[in-house]
C-alpha cells in the first residue's frame, strides 16, 4: 500500500481525509524535521498539501503578521519541495482554493477587500505555480484542486454554511454582504476526501481541477431556507464581493463519473432539524444555461460579415456586432446594430449573451490573448475564429494551422531557431528526403545554407510533389538506402561529408505483418550506410524513435538494433568521422499518425477512433524536432544517442478533443464524439524515452544523452550475423526471436 503525508494544519477535511485514505500521516507545519523528509524509505509516497496558515486569522492580518503569513503560505511549501525524494513521489495534491479565480476582477479601492481575499489568493495562485513548475521539472504526476466553498467544519469561521448553523442555533446576529444576492457553489469535506481517494487511487492526468457541485445557490435563498429573522440580518457595505462562483467541473465528471455529491438540502436539514417542504433553488454553471437572447460578433470587418452569414445559415442568433473602431460603431450591416465594447458591457447587464465570436484575423498572439482576457471576464463562451478560410468551408487543415497553435494542442512553447554555423561547408545527403521528417530537414538545411543538399527517396510521385517546393536548393535522387551503386556514385559525385538517415519503414501495423521488408529496410539499409560512411570518413546521424528505447514491436526492434548497428561502427571506428544517434517521439501531424486520423474523422463528423482514453504519446512540432536533429551536430559530445527533451506525455484522447474544438468554433452543429477501439498489438499504453538501462545526461534544456553499460560488440555482432542468415532463408519466427535477443545486449 502507497503512504500518504499531509502537510498542515489539523483540520476536519485532515480528518475526513484520513478516514478515507488508509496509512496517512499527518505532518504539522509548524514543527517539521526537514531531516526525516531526506530519509525517506525506498516506498512512493503520496504528499497533500493542506492550509499552512490559519484562515481564522487572515481577517487580522497585521504588518506584525506579513512574515509569519509569507512563511507559512508559500516559503514552508518551497522547503518541503527542495527537501522531497524525487525517486520517491507517487503524486502530489495542493489544496488551493476557488478564490484564485477573483484575481482577475478589477479591484480599483483595495480598502474594500477587508478580508484579504485578495492577498490569501495571491499566495495560493503562487503556490499553485510552485508546485506545477515542480512537478513539471521532475516528471511528478499532480493535482491542484481549487476548493470552493466547503462546509462540515463548525471551527471553519469562512464556512458560510457552518456559520450560518451556529448563528441558527445560537440567535447571534449575521452580517450580509452584497444583499445576499452572491451565487456560491457548496461542497461537503466529506466529498473532499472521497475525491481526493479517487485521484490517489487512478491515474488521472495531471493538472488543475475545480472541485464543488457545479451548482450554487443564493445565499439569500440559504438563510430563508433555514429561516433567519431579518432582524438580526447586519448588512455590511462597501466590501469587495465576487458575485458568482460555481465550480466548472466538466473536467472533474471526466474522471469521477456518476459521482454522488452530498446534499445540502439534506444537511442543514439535519442539522438545524428543518421540516418544512421547501426546497432549496440550485443554479448550474453556466455551460449548462441554455436559454439566451443571442450571441455577438467582435469584429464588424470582412470576416465578421462572412461569419454572420455563415452563422445565419446555422440558425444561430446573432444580436449585435462589436468593433472598437468609431467608424463602424452605430452603423447597421444585414439589420443587426454595430456596437462598442463599452456598451456591450453595460448590454450583458440587461441581456444573456450566449457566445462571442472573435473574427478578427489579423490579431497576433499576444493581442488575442489579451483580447481572450478582457472577455472572459464578462462572458463565459468566447470562440476565436483564427482563419477566413476556415470560416468559409468549415474544414480543419493540419496545413494551414499555425506553429503556435499546434504549439498549444500539444502544450508545448515554442523555440527560436539560430545559425547553425557547421553547416556552411556541409555537402550533406538526407536519406527519406520527401518523407515527414526527412523533407524538414531538407528545408532546414536550406535555412541554415548547407554548401549542397543531396535527397534520395524511393517514392517517385513523392519527389514529383517536392521538387518544386525544396526552391530548386535541394537535388533529389529516385533511390532507396538499398541501392548501394547509386550511393556511392551520388557520394563520390557531390562529395558528401554528412548523411542524416531519416529514410525508415515507420507505421507500426504495417510492420507487424511485413517483417522482413522492415528489417530489409530500417536494418539493413541503416548498415549499408554504417559502411559507406566508414569507408568513405563521413558524419553519419540516424534518426531514431521512441519506440527503440523498450521496444515491443517490429517497429522498436527494427529500430534499436539500427541503433546498436550505429554503436557497434563506433566501437570499431578507427577514422575520425561521428556516427550520432537523435531518438525522439512523435512529430505532430506526420503521415499515417493518429493526429492525422483524428482531424479527418473529425471534418468527416465522424467519431474519433481511440485506442484507449488513458493512452499517453510524446509529441512535438516537425520544426522543432528537425531543427533539434540539426542542433546535435554542434554540440561537443559525440558519438552518443541523443535524446530530444520531449516535455510530458500527452494524453491522446484530450488531444483529440481539442481538435474537436477547434472544429466547433467553426462548425456550430459539430458535436465531439469518440469510440475505443483497444490497444494494437504490442501497442503500449504510455511510451517512454529512456531505457531503465540508459542513464540521462542533460546538454541543454532541448538535448540529453544517453549512457548504458558497456556495449557488447562480439556479441552483438554474432547474433546479427544469425539475423543476416534467418532473413535469406525467409524464417520470420526466428527473425522475431533475434531481434528480442540483440535488443536486450
Known amino acids: 500500500m502507497i503512504k500518504s503525508i499531509i502537510f498542515g494544519k489539523k483540520s476536519k477535511l485532515t480528518e475526513s481525509i484520513i478516514k478515507k485514505i488508509k496509512d496517512t500521516q499527518v505532518i504539522s507545519i509548524t514543527d517539521i524535521d526537514f531531516q526525516k523528509i531526506k530519509l525517506q524509505n525506498k516506498n512512493k509516497i503520496n504528499y497533500i498539501f493542506n492550509n499552512f496558515y490559519p484562515s481564522h486569522k487572515l481577517n487580522d492580518l497585521n504588518s506584525s503578521e506579513y512574515q509569519k503569513f509569507v512563511e507559512l503560505s508559500l516559503l514552508?511549501?518551497?522547503?518541503?519541495?527542495?527537501?522531497?525524494?524525487?525517486?520517491?513521489?507517487?503524486?502530489?495534491?495542493?489544496?488551493?482554493?476557488?478564490?484564485?479565480?477573483?484575481?482577475?476582477?478589477?479591484?480599483?479601492?483595495?480598502?474594500?477587500?477587508?478580508?484579504?481575499?485578495?492577498?490569501?489568493?495571491?499566495?495560493?495562485?503562487?503556490?499553485?505555480?510552485?508546485?506545477?513548475?515542480?512537478?513539471?521539472?521532475?516528471?511528478?504526476?499532480?493535482?491542484?484542486?481549487?476548493?470552493?466553498?466547503?462546509?462540515?467544519?463548525?471551527?471553519?469561521?469562512?464556512?458560510?454554511?457552518?456559520?450560518?448553523?451556529?448563528?441558527?442555533?445560537?440567535?447571534?446576529?449575521?452580517?450580509?454582504?452584497?444583499?445576499?444576492?452572491?451565487?456560491?457553489?457548496?461542497?461537503?469535506?466529506?466529498?473532499?476526501?472521497?475525491?481526493?481517494?479517487?485521484?490517489?487511487?487512478?491515474?488521472?492526468?495531471?493538472?488543475?481541477?475545480?472541485?464543488?457541485?457545479?451548482?450554487?445557490?443564493?445565499?439569500?435563498?440559504?438563510i430563508n431556507f433555514v429561516n433567519i429573522d431579518n432582524k438580526k440580518i447586519i448588512h455590511k457595505k462597501n466590501v469587495i464581493e465576487i458575485s458568482r462562483s460555481i465550480a466548472d467541473i466538466k473536467k472533474l465528471q471526466k474522471n469521477l463519473g456518476g459521482f454522488k455529491f452530498q446534499s445540502l438540502d439534506s444537511y442543514l436539514r439535519d442539522k438545524l432539524k428543518i421540516k418544512n417542504k421547501n426546497k432549496l433553488n440550485f443554479t448550474k454553471h453556466n455551460y449548462q444555461i441554455t436559454k439566451y437572447e443571442g450571441s455577438v460578433i467582435y469584429g464588424a470587418g470582412f470576416a465578421g460579415k462572412e461569419l454572420y452569414l455563415n452563422l445565419k445559415e446555422k440558425k444561430e442568433k446573432i444580436?449585435?456586432?462589436?468593433?472598437?473602431?468609431?467608424?463602424?460603431?452605430?452603423?447597421?450591416?444585414?439589420?443587426?446594430?454595430?456596437?462598442?465594447?463599452?456598451?456591450?458591457?453595460?448590454?450583458?447587464?440587461?441581456?444573456?449573451?450566449d457566445k462571442v465570436f472573435i473574427a478578427i484575423p489579423s490579431l497576433k498572439k499576444n493581442k488575442i490573448e489579451m483580447m481572450n482576457k478582457k472577455l472572459n471576464k464578462f462572458f463565459f463562451d468566447v470562440r476565436y475564429l483564427p482563419e477566413k478560410k476556415f470560416i468559409l468551408n468549415n474544414k480543419i487543415n493540419l496545413n494551414d494551422l499555425k506553429i503556435d497553435q499546434i504549439n498549444s494542442l500539444i502544450n508545448r512553447e515554442q523555440i527560436h531557431r539560430k545559425k547553425i554555423l557547421s553547416f556552411k561547408n556541409k555537402n550533406?545527403?538526407?536519406?527519406?528526403?520527401?518523407?515527414?521528417?526527412?523533407?524538414?530537414?531538407?528545408?532546414?538545411?536550406?535555412?541554415?545554407?548547407?554548401?549542397?543538399?543531396?535527397?534520395?527517396?524511393?517514392?517517385?510521385?513523392?519527389?514529383?510533389?517536392?521538387?518544386?517546393?525544396?526552391?530548386k536548393k535541394v537535388q533529389l535522387y529516385l533511390s532507396n538506402i538499398n541501392d548501394l551503386i547509386t550511393l556511392n556514385k551520388l557520394i563520390k559525385k557531390h562529395k558528401i561529408n554528412l548523411i542524416i538517415h531519416a529514410a525508415a519503414y515507420k507505421h507500426v501495423n504495417i510492420l507487424e505483418e511485413n517483417i522482413l521488408s522492415a528489417v530489409n529496410n530500417n536494418i539493413f539499409g541503416t548498415k549499408n550506410l554504417c559502411e559507406i560512411s566508414r569507408k568513405n570518413n563521413i558524419d553519419l546521424i540516424l534518426i531514431s524513435t521512441d519506440k527503440a528505447a523498450k521496444p515491443t514491436s517490429i517497429l522498436g526492434y527494427t529500430k534499436r538494433v539500427s541503433e546498436q548497428l550505429i554503436e557497434f561502427y563506433n566501437i570499431s571506428n578507427i577514422k575520425n568521422n561521428i556516427f550520432n544517434i537523435v531518438r525522439f517521439g512523435n512529430v505532430f501531424g506526420s503521415s499515417g499518425s493518429a493526429i492525422t486520423k483524428f482531424i479527418d474523422q473529425i471534418n468527416n463528423n465522424e467519431p474519433v477512433s481511440i485506442t484507449n482514453r488513458k493512452a499517453t504519446r510524446f509529441f512535438m512540432t516537425i520544426l522543432e524536432a528537425c531543427y533539434l536533429v540539426l542542433e546535435t551536430t554542434s554540440v561537443k559530445i559525440k558519438n552518443k544517442i541523443f535524446v530530444l527533451n520531449m516535455g510530458k506525455p500527452i494524453n491522446i484522447y484530450q488531444v483529440a478533443k481539442k481538435i474537436g474544438l477547434l472544429k466547433q468554433k467553426l462548425d456550430l452543429n459539430y458535436k465531439f464524439k469518440h469510440h475505443e477501439i483497444g490497444l494494437r498489438k504490442n501497442e503500449n499504453l504510455h511510451e517512454i524515452l529512456f531505457d531503465?538501462?540508459?542513464?540521462?545526461?542533460?546538454?541543454?534544456?532541448?538535448?540529453?544523452?544517453?549512457?548504458?553499460?558497456?556495449?557488447?560488440?562480439?556479441?552483438?555482432?554474432?547474433?546479427?550475423?544469425?539475423?543476416?542468415?534467418?532473413?535469406k532463408d525467409g524464417k520470420e519466427t526466428e527473425i522475431l526471436s533475434i531481434l528480442k535477443i540483440i535488443c536486450k545486449i
Not at 528526403?433 to 545554407?449: D, M, S
Not at 546538454?699 to 550475423?721: L, P
Open 76 to 222: 514552508r511549501l518551497a522547503q518541503i519541495l527542495s527537501n522531497l525524494k524525487i525517486t520517491n513521489i507517487n503524486k502530489i495534491i495542493y489544496t488551493s482554493s476557488a478564490s484564485v479565480y477573483s484575481l482577475d476582477d478589477d479591484l480599483k479601492n483595495p480598502k474594500l477587500d477587508s478580508y484579504n481575499r485578495k492577498l490569501y489568493a495571491s499566495f495560493k495562485y503562487s503556490a499553485e505555480k510552485l508546485i506545477e513548475n515542480f512537478c513539471y521539472s521532475n516528471n511528478v504526476n499532480f493535482y491542484i484542486m481549487r476548493l470552493f466553498n466547503t462546509y462540515g467544519d463548525e471551527n471553519d469561521q469562512f464556512s458560510f454554511i457552518d456559520k450560518l448553523i451556529k448563528i441558527k442555533k445560537t440567535k447571534q446576529n449575521l452580517t450580509l454582504i452584497n444583499n445576499g444576492f452572491s451565487l456560491r457553489d457548496f461542497i461537503s469535506l466529506s466529498d473532499v476526501a472521497k475525491i481526493y481517494q479517487k485521484f490517489l487511487k487512478n491515474n488521472y492526468p495531471s493538472g488543475v481541477y475545480d472541485v464543488g457541485t457545479g451548482q450554487g445557490t443564493l445565499i439569500k435563498n440559504l
Open 319 to 353: 444580436i449585435f456586432f462589436v468593433d472598437d473602431d468609431p467608424k463602424k460603431q452605430n452603423t447597421i450591416f444585414q439589420d443587426i446594430p454595430v456596437i462598442s465594447f463599452e456598451d456591450l458591457k453595460k448590454i450583458n447587464n440587461q441581456k444573456t449573451i
Open 428 to 471: 550533406v545527403l538526407v536519406t527519406g528526403a520527401v518523407g515527414t521528417i526527412g523533407h524538414e530537414i531538407c528545408r532546414q538545411l536550406v535555412f541554415q545554407k548547407a554548401k549542397k543538399i543531396i535527397g534520395i527517396d524511393h517514392s517517385e510521385i513523392g519527389i514529383y510533389q517536392k521538387k518544386n517546393e525544396l526552391e
Open 692 to 727: 531503465r538501462n540508459e542513464k540521462k545526461h542533460k546538454i541543454n534544456k532541448n538535448i540529453f544523452y544517453v549512457t548504458r553499460k558497456r556495449f557488447d560488440g562480439d556479441k552483438f555482432i554474432k547474433f546479427y550475423n544469425k539475423l543476416e542468415a534467418a532473413y
